[in-house]
């Protein structure tokens, strides 16, 4: 069912995207993909809603694409919002645009998108769970902070690219009561942090799996 919010969201291409956000590369890193979210950029202000819708459609949706229950366009192959624990039940629509409503004029960060690859040869539903658990246990569990995951399979568009799950975390910590501080793990020097971790649990997700 459509939303009149919904009907208002723009689309960005990928491309105009890839202009909103900072893409952190750091030697060595090349696993994981890292970038950064900033309230703005190039003289132009910057909205979690703008880019994680885009990312919910990385292909221009036509007027009868599938919705997310709130109302937003979807041409991903599949997503999942992953709430911080502890933090109220809240409908993907309404906490973006929560969230947007609350930036505050001394935030330095809005969100960060943590891009994890998957190989040729692995079932897409198997990368999504496993970027899906590495998000509730680190990110929602271990920091406090609401991701919403999104597969891509480029395949999808004609493309040879591999298919890979983007992380689009809040940057906040979300409480029960609401939004706090910016955490400092998200920030331009924590590229190889990030690598790390996610490449061990992928090691012990695969021992997981394998023994089930």
Same mark, same amino acid.
């Given at each position: 069912?459509?939303?009149?919010?919904?009907?208002?969201?723009?689309?960005?291409?990928?491309?105009?995207?890839?202009?909103?956000?900072?893409?952190?590369?750091?030697?060595g890193?090349?696993?994981?993909?890292?970038?950064?979210?900033?309230?703005?950029?190039?003289?132009?202000?910057?909205?979690?809603?703008?880019v994680?819708?885009?990312? @919910? #459609?990385p292909?221009? &949706?036509?007027?009868?694409?599938? /919705?997310?229950?709130?109302?937003?366009?979807?041409?991903? %192959?599949? +997503?999942?919002?992953? @709430? #911080?624990?502890?933090? &109220?039940?809240?409908p993907?629509? /309404?906490?973006?645009?929560?969230?947007?409503?609350?930036? %505050?004029? +001394?935030?330095?960060? @809005? #969100?960060?998108?943590?891009?994890?690859?998957?190989?040729?040869?692995?079932?897409s539903?198997?990368?999504?769970?496993?970027?899906s658990?590495?998000?509730?246990?680190?990110?929602?569990?271990?920091?406090?902070?609401?991701?919403?995951?999104?597969?891509?399979?480029?395949?999808?568009?004609?493309?040879?690219?591999?298919?890979?799950?983007?992380?689009?975390?809040?940057a906040?910590?979300?409480?029960?009561?609401?939004?706090?501080?910016?955490?400092?793990?998200?920030?331009?020097?924590?590229?190889?942090?990030?690598?790390?971790?996610?490449?061990?649990f992928?090691?012990?997700?695969s021992?997981?799996?394998?023994?089930?």
């Amino acid at each position: 069912m459509k939303t009149k919010n919904a009907a208002v969201v723009p689309w960005h291409s990928p491309a105009e995207v890839m202009d909103m956000i900072y893409d952190v590369r750091e030697p060595g890193c090349e696993s994981v993909g890292y970038a950064l979210l900033r309230p703005r950029s190039r003289q132009s202000v910057n909205h979690v809603m703008a880019v994680f819708g885009s990312k @919910l #459609a990385p292909f221009k &949706p036509e007027a009868d694409a599938p /919705r997310t229950p709130c109302g937003l366009p979807v041409t991903a %192959r599949d +997503h999942r919002l992953i @709430l #911080a624990q502890g933090a &109220p039940d809240t409908p993907l629509w /309404r906490l973006l645009e929560d969230y947007d409503s609350n930036v %505050r004029p +001394h935030q330095r960060l @809005l #969100a960060a998108i943590l891009t994890i690859k998957g190989e040729y040869d692995m079932p897409s539903h198997d990368l999504l769970d496993m970027a899906s658990a590495y998000a509730a246990v680190h990110l929602a569990g271990g920091r406090r902070l609401s991701t919403m995951a999104v597969l891509h399979v480029p395949g999808d568009g004609l493309s040879t690219a591999r298919q890979h799950v983007h992380l689009c975390v809040l940057a906040r910590q979300h409480l029960p009561s609401g939004w706090a501080g910016e955490h400092p793990d998200l920030v331009d020097t924590a590229h190889q942090l990030w690598a790390d971790e996610i490449s061990a649990f992928r090691t012990g997700w695969s021992r997981i799996t394998a023994a089930a």
